[in-house]
């Protein structure tokens, strides 16, 4: 299965560490969150990997090179200075992604996620990785209900489990895309509306998962490594 590592967003919460260097080649314990998530996937066997990039683009071209350091195949997908958000990102490259479901993960999260356990996993037009919410992100985004089926909203009466947050791991079918706007597109309008029809499935992964989105959580990242390196 192919994957894509989402790395074009600008990291303007992560200023001023992010003015001169791309957040996916941000450190944290000596190695950049990039390279930590490669390394990941290529562990399970996903060694077929597209990178988008924008805002200093460049740079993640030649810390990575073509994948072979780390025993993967890695394209590019730029996007210019500005890039095309999540959805409009993914749309670019689909014509290196091919005519299967594909694998798409943040370029900006740390997980202990199994990423083997999705190799064989059925996909209808989208299946999504939910976790707990987050301290900054307490309303989460999504529900699964109890057949798996993700919505946008819990039943009402609301069931138990509540609402979850979008872990940024999930697999799409190239058909996710079809008529969506060539353009600058987000990714959670589209989700809605496929949840809408009952096309997407999930699961709740309940391990270590960090948005790293603040230096503040970059340094978490770092604190929960550091003992790695003693």
Partial sequence: M??????????????????NTPKPLLLAAGKSLIERTIEQLVAANFTEIVINHAYLGEQIEAALGDGSQFGATIVYSPEGE?????????IHALPLLGDKPFLVVNGD???????????KQPVDLAHLVLVANPEHHLSGDFHIHSNGRIKAHPP???????MLTFSGIGIYSP??????????TQLAPL?????????VKGQFFDGFWLDIGTPERLQILENRLAPTLV
């Fill in 2 to 19: 192919r994957t894509m590592i989402l790395a074009a967003g600008r990291g303007e919460r992560m200023r001023p560490l992010t003015n």
């Fill in 82 to 90: 500005n890039g095309l958000e999540t959805a409009g990102g993914i």
């Fill in 109 to 119: 999260i740390a997980t202990d996620f199994p990423f083997e356990t999705l190799q």
């Fill in 156 to 162: 009402c009466p609301p069931s138990k489990g509540g």
């Fill in 175 to 184: 058909e996710f895309f079809k008529n969506a706007p060539q353009n600058s």
């Fill in 191 to 199: 989700l809605r509306a496929a949840m809408s029809e009952n096309r």
